[in-house]
């Protein structure tokens, strides 16, 4: 634990968490605010997993972009034009109640999304020192996922209550909060993106890069159905407030997963903790289609949740060990392209076949697209190699030479 202390004794760790905390809340109310706004006004969980899609995909397919503009000029004034954009965005949305009206704001939604947390994850290696670079991580997914918490119970209490455009309009009013309290952080307005080497190939066109890609497409569609299965079964079972406390068990164990992550033993690699957890991860979720809205949902939830947690660290530190300079930003933002356009396709099926089937069908889809995910990796494993060696003195200053800004 002393690693934990150490770094949050570091200046500037506690202001920026606090700076971007409300704007993570806001996220993780999104999904099921588009999803009750509009099962409630259409009476459709179809239509409402579709919605959630159109968002997702928008969001999706738009921040490989906006992740590039961040490594090319900065935070500064690409936060302080969507933050303001997404919030008036969601304060439009809560007053939609036609289908094309709430598809379109949905849509513009996603477009105008803010890159929060891929804003603030590259911000850890200029206030840390390289030994606490995985607690960093470790920490980071944690606050991500406590407000994936409580952003759901929030979303789940305000929209079933007497006044469920309250919802969204919370989310706005956090996102506003937060936003702007992270473009106007110093560590973040001073961040300098890292410059590129010359002749340096296309992110695309690095083989680790490409792998991570394909393994994202099997990952995003299967938590896409996931994400509006939950709901949906449980909303067809007649207990929708079960969602957001199924969603709270899965959520609070991956802060923990994500906390334990960060004080592993370095015995194995990154590569090596990633590639034992995702097994495990592939082992908990076989009960998915077995579980009921209830404490046997929540149960296994929990065990994907706490599993989870931990898998984001290790994803982390794998990818910034493979991903090509001047790519801090862009390459998770490129990957969440990937994924997240999948998880909109794996919403909008999960809304249809857990109406028109059954949810439990659309459960057993998770488990399979994590079990395709592992061969994808299993089968690619080489080109994940500047992962795999143990993480020694010699090899972080290895790493920290590599990653040298080489043209100044």
Not at 289 to 311: E, H, M, R
Request: charged share 10%; with cysteine; aromatic share 10%.
């Amino acid at each position: 634990m002393k690693r934990y202390i150490d770094f949050f004794k570091t200046p500037q760790v506690v202001p920026l968490f606090l700076a971007s905390f409300p704007a993570r809340i806001a996220y993780g109310m999104i999904g099921l605010s588009v999803f009750f706004k509009a099962q409630q006004e259409t009476q459709s969980i179809a239509f409402a997993g579709l919605a959630i899609g159109v968002n997702s995909v928008a969001g999706s397919l738009s921040a490989g972009v906006r992740a590039s503009i961040m490594d090319r000029y900065g935070q500064k004034w690409p936060l302080r034009i969507l933050v303001p954009a997404y919030t008036a965005m969601l304060i439009i949305l809560s007053s939609a109640h036609t289908r094309p009206t709430i598809l379109g704001f949905a849509f513009l939604l996603g477009v105008t999304a803010p890159p929060i947390n891929l804003s603030v994850r590259p911000l850890w290696k200029s206030i840390v020192p390289e030994d606490l670079l995985r607690s960093a991580y470790a920490i980071d997914t944690s606050v991500i996922n406590t407000a994936g918490v409580m952003g759901p119970v929030l979303a789940t209490t305000l929209a079933l209550s007497s006044h469920p455009q309250s919802a969204l309009l919370f989310a706005a009013a956090c996102m506003a909060l937060g936003g702007s309290a992270l473009s106007l952080n110093p560590v973040s307005r001073a961040w300098i993106p890292e410059k590129k080497k010359e002749g340096q190939k296309a992110l695309w066109k690095h083989g680790a890069i490409q792998l991570l890609m394909l393994e994202a497409i099997f990952i995003g569609f299967g938590w896409g159905v996931f994400d509006v299965a939950v709901p949906a079964f449980a909303t067809l079972e007649k207990v929708p407030a079960r969602t957001a406390w199924i969603l709270a068990a899965m959520g609070v164990a991956s802060i923990i997963g994500g906390v334990v992550a960060g004080i592993v033993s370095k015995r194995y690699s990154p590569l090596g903790w990633f590639m034992r957890n995702y097994m495990l991860w592939l082992i908990l979720s076989l009960p998915l289609s077995l579980t009921y809205p209830g404490w046997s949902l929540a149960l296994v939830g929990a065990c994907l949740g706490f599993v989870g947690g931990a898998q984001q660290v290790f994803y982390w530190e794998v990818l910034e060990a493979v991903r090509p300079l001047g790519s801090e930003v862009s390459s998770i933002g490129w990957l969440w392209t990937i994924e997240g356009s999948f998880m909109a396709l794996g919403a909008a099926f999960g809304g249809y076949i857990s109406e028109a089937f059954s949810p439990r069908i659309a459960l057993a889809i998770t488990p399979a697209c994590i079990a395709t995910g592992a061969v994808v990796l299993i089968l690619g494993r080489k080109s994940l190699a500047a992962a795999n060696p143990k993480p020694t003195p010699a090899n972080d200053l290895r790493a920290m030479r590599d990653n040298a800004d080489e043209t100044n």
